[in-house]
């Protein structure tokens, strides 16, 4: 598809065929993929999507728009910018680069709308984080159960194990109390990033808050014993 200030594409969010605008302001090029980063807007849900074009020969945004088809622009791939979900838990406190790289993965499927993804990745992580701590055991709930962290961190962890479960297997159902079914991915796949970002804030960020904090005297002489 050529450069154009109007798209006709497939929405994502209203899953209609439409008209989107060009938000020329946001468009820059991106120095890590080399491509031409363009955000547009949709006509009929007002829905932003992305969109990523490569060049034959190198132009600055300018030259691009000026020129829709002087600099072999293509429309490589376009999609939409749905979530905002961040974590509270500040990621470099994650020590563990595997962890710390499935939890990312996940809030990245959450953030483009892919639920089950993220719920998998979510389950990935924990097992990361099992493995990283030693943990023993057959499967992942008996891997949860030996470590040493406490009884509300494991069922936090069972939870996030239950929607990763009903991400991976058709079959895999999860209920209110009352018994009837809950279908809701978009409402599991967040609270699995919820539930991990605690986890994370009470096993990794205590720690540092307490390392940084002032010391009494008696801390120092017990440090200094140890
Ligand atoms: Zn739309």
Not at 53 to 64: A, G, Y
């Amino acid at each position: 598809m050529l450069y154009s200030k109007t798209l006709s594409l497939n929405c994502p969010h209203c899953d209609t065929k439409c008209q989107f605008v060009v938000v020329e302001q946001g468009h820059q090029k991106c120095i890590n993929d080399d491509k031409h980063h363009i955000p547009y807007i949709c006509t009929n849900c007002n829905g932003l999507i992305a969109t990523k074009w490569t060049v034959h020969n190198n132009c600055s945004p300018d030259e691009f728009r000026s020129s829709p088809g002087g600099y072999g622009q293509r429309l490589d791939i376009y999609y939409p910018i749905v979530g905002d979900w961040k974590p509270r838990v500040n990621l470099q406190l994650i020590t563990n680069e595997k962890v710390r790289t499935d939890f990312k993965e996940a809030i990245s499927c959450y953030n483009n709308g892919f639920n089950n993804a993220c719920m998998l990745m979510a389950r990935r992580s924990i097992q990361q984080e099992m493995i990283d701590k030693k943990a023993t055991g057959k499967n992942l709930y008996q891997q949860i159960e030996s470590t040493g962290i406490s009884e509300k961190l494991k069922a936090l962890l069972h939870k996030i194990k239950n929607f990763g479960n009903n991400g991976a297997h058709p079959d895999f159902c999860l209920f209110d109390e009352e018994g009837n079914e809950i279908i809701d991915k978009h409402g599991f796949a967040k609270l699995s990033l919820e539930f991990l970002d605690r986890y994370f804030a009470n096993e990794y960020e205590i720690d540092s808050l307490v390392e940084s904090a002032p010391r009494s005297h008696k801390e120092l002489e017990e440090k200094e014993d140890k």
